[in-house]
């Protein structure tokens, strides 16, 4: 379905945020004859998500009374945090009501030539980033949509860039009809088992976007098995990236089959993963013909994005690092290597979703590391790690983050860094991960 096709309709939709908010800003700007007719919510909405409807004659619903409100519209949008499998959007498909997302009306008005979408479990934020401002130091007009950025809707009717990068995540990707000319896949493992049901379902509705129509190139981590393993099912083009013979990390630096042409010490962000985003936003920037400028220069006044390895202070040589983005075990050990030369102090606990903190644990026990955990997922860690071998005074509970804080100022010597890294999402206690690392970098702050 066209955006475009929504003149005159009856549009209802589920959820709020940034995309429902853009897809009523361009209803009222561009097809006036279009207008929200009912808008379901899991919770009361607040009177800014009601206003950015842009709609006051819109019916505002619960879900006990979506499917009844709903099934009058042409067509539901739903937001990215309303689940595909919600037994009320199987029974509006059923229904004959249409069911499409804010990114998919975007895909099929402009197309996918010029656009890499980039995905994956961790990593895709920095990728985007840095892949945009590589394509703008190339002298090339580009723009960043998506997860970060501006909603994909938010670019229509401006001039079209020669690149567009689009950030997608799992719960835009489970429904896409049809994918951007190319895309590129940073990483895979367990995450969002909520939302999609099973850690199985997250990887498969992940992994559509690789066989999706109109991608026609695909670049792949080539040191994720799982990726590697999946690239004989593409039927489009595929680029490794990560191994000899293409956009590499080596011991002194990026290589391109072979050919070093960014030291170490000029890359701009911390950790080998992030070096590993570098060399895949390259990787995916040559899919779209982009001719790279030199990197060294390229590269210059590119910053940590935030909550992603960022530093927020530096004290009495102690180095003070919120990476409070780290949402799984994996992301954590990805953090903690990135300190090599450094005693790592790390707070680490979240919502429980099952994770496995064992491999963390021996990570924890190999590094000489310092863990203080806290709620919910905490104690789980904390145990875990004396498991592993991590003594108990390198292994501490903490009631909050901020006595997580007091502790870890007390255990760092100068030289060391304490790392927000939790390894755990923050809606057990915080409302987003953004809330929690601007708390840690306040507390941070304190003397």
Known sequence: MRFSELD?????????????SSLARQLRLRMPSAHIIAAAFDSPPTPAEIQALDSPGARVVGPADAVAALSGCDVLVRSPGVSIHRPELRALSEAGVPVTTATALWLDEVGGDGVLGITGTKGKSTTAALAVHLARAAGLSAELAGNIGAPALDLLGLPRPQVTVLE??????ADLPAGPGSVLFTSLFPEHADWHGSEEAYRAEKLRILTLPGVTSVVLNGREEVL?????SVTAAVTLYGIPGGWDLSADGITLAGEMLLGRAEMPLLGEHNALNLCGALAGLQTLGVALPELGSALNGFTALPHRLQTVADSGGVLWVDDSISTTPESTIAAIASFPDRAVVLIAGGQDRGQDHRELARVLAGSGASVIGVPTTGPRLIDAARSAGVTPDRALHADDLADAVRLARAAAAPGSVILLSPAAPSYDHFTNFEQRGANFAELAARP
Do not use: H, P
Not at 11 to 20: D, F, K, L, Y
Not at 168 to 173: E, K
């Open 228 to 232: 590697v393993d999946r690239a004989g």
């Open 168 to 173: 997608l995540s799992s719960y835009q990707i």
């Open 8 to 20: 005159g309709a009856r549009v209802g939709v589920w959820g709020a945020g940034r995309e429902i």
